[in-house]
């Protein structure tokens, strides 16, 4: 069975992208995920004194790096700050980046966000669709979800046309596998 692994670009306990990128986990059929939070690998903010002082990367993101070359895929929602990436998800992009510039190893990805706006992160999206071929993804598919309050309740999407939209999405990334 394909092993990918799903997290969210937001370190907030209550994020919305965690939400979005667990019920898109859900909508896989015959693959394992393993769904990671970015609070349990805490960095210290990069720098390239630091990186100097304790000679190269901290171990979290040797750990972070390595869950991604050992998966076959990647199922990642990006929280949207000031139109950018979130300071958390940033920093261990840069760390990571640091010790493998392929830093997604080339897997397929399906690259998603959401925001309680109507523009539903797409800046941050269309940030990271244009970045990270340069870091070895494989982009499969790419998802916004406007207004997540109004289409997001009890845990999966409400509104049909989005909906199905995410559900044909993630078909043609598990298989791509
Ligand atoms: C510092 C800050 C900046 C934000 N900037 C944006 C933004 O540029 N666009 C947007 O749609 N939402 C913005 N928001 C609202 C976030 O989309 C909202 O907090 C969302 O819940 C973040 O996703 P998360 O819950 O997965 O962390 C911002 C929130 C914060 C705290």
Do not use: C
Request: glycine share 8%; aromatic share 10%.
């Amino acid at each position: 069975m394909k092993k990918v692994i799903a997290f969210a670009g937001s370190n907030s306990q209550n994020s919305i992208n965690k939400q979005l990128v667990t019920y898109a986990s859900s909508l896989l059929e015959n693959t394992e995920v393993n769904l990671l939070d970015l609070n349990n690998f805490e960095l210290p903010v990069f720098g390239v004194d630091l990186e100097a002082e304790i000679k190269g990367q901290p171990d979290n993101a040797h750990k972070f790096l390595n869950l991604i070359r050992e998966s076959d895929g990647i199922l990642l929602s990006l929280a949207e700050h000031n139109g950018a990436y979130t300071a958390v998800f940033k920093n261990l992009f840069d760390w990571m980046s640091r010790i493998e510039g392929k830093t997604f190893f080339g897997k397929s990805m399906l690259l998603m966000a959401t925001s309680p706006g109507g523009r539903g992160g797409q800046s941050v999206l269309e940030i990271a669709k244009n970045r990270f071929p340069y870091h070895d993804a494989n982009i499969i598919e790419t998802f916004s979800l406007p207004s997540f309050g109004d289409n997001f309740k009890d845990g999966k999407i409400v509104n049909s046309e989005l909906n199905e939209k995410l559900s044909k999405a993630v078909n043609q990334f598990e298989n791509q596998l």
